[in-house]
DNA sequence: CAGATTTAAATGCATTTGCAAATATCATCG
DNA sequence: CGATGATATTTGCAAATGCATTTAAATCTG
């Protein structure tokens, strides 16, 4: 008799929205930018060029498709919105030394000190996420977020 | 002695991108639409039509400013959305009966076909994302996400 | 080593997005 | 009840986005 078909997806519907993880995480983060969004209109920055600009404040001068990668963005978005940060001073491109097709990108004094005005910002949405959560779990959700990426990771870097 | 400013919130670098948490959940949330990008296209649909389609696979008739919100996508951008999935028959506006401002949407058989077929690659995407990850764990994780959906949406829904 | 293939980044272009304003209706207050 | 302000949705428009293509340089292959 073993001739059942796979097991179906249970429906949306069962599970419930609010029990589907990508749904939620969508949810929130949604909001996370939203909060961010004046910030960042303040100091003239879109979502992705902040992206950008935080993975350079922490990642010193990685290839632009590395960046692409880390920041979650489109290489050509990213490709324009690194011409809008580096006509404001805050990054610099500097072709590769030995792949001369190849560009690193170098986040300046200027991007750190912009980075550092909206940095408080993140670190308070944040915390508005995680209010009335234990640190232990908080500790355990970071834990398992680091494996889903692992999971999701398989052909990036 | 008393007179110290407010702890500083330690440096994006000392934390590391990757145990800030909602940059863990922008990357593993662009990977997981982006592993969707494909089976949407296929059916025609965007991001903001499938998650449209999602919510009202699940919530029947609600207005379209709570739609906007539970599906997270600007007002008027589901408003477009919603004129699309309307000409493709996936969905359909009907005014509200007690306030002639508002509009209920409603999802038609054809757009429950729809979602139907778009709805084991979403499962199947969830599932990658919590690969190797103890269904313990995984029930935890979602319990922190709808705590911390609940913080977030003090003026929501 | 020449030609073909792959890779990195930038760009052309049509579509999508989101802000702000417009439109339509409702609620409130004197 | 009429005027004023609030609310729901749509729409105009400039800017941003992403796919596909181009350009340039490296690598592979016979």
Request: no cysteine.
């Amino acid at each position: 008799m073993n001739d059942e078909s796979p097991p179906a997806a249970p429906r949306l519907g069962e599970i419930g929205l609010t029990n589907y993880a990508p749904y939620l995480m969508n949810r929130i983060m949604g909001r996370y930018n939203a909060s961010l969004r004046e910030e960042m209109a303040q100091l003239g920055l879109s979502t992705p060029k902040m992206r950008a600009l935080a993975v350079l404040s922490v990642i010193e001068g990685p290839l632009i498709r590395e960046l692409a990668i880390y920041a979650v963005v489109e290489q050509s978005t990213l490709s324009r919105a690194l011409d809008q940060l580096q006509a404001d001073g805050l990054i610099r491109r500097e072709t590769d030394a030995e792949d001369s097709r190849a560009t690193r990108v170098f986040i300046t004094e200027a991007g750190r000190a912009s980075f550092e005005t909206l940095w408080p910002h993140m670190a308070a949405a944040q915390d508005r996420m995680f209010r009335g959560i234990p640190d232990t779990e908080k500790r355990a959700f970071v834990g398992t977020l680091q494996k889903m990426l692992a999971n999701i990771r398989k052909h990036e870097i």
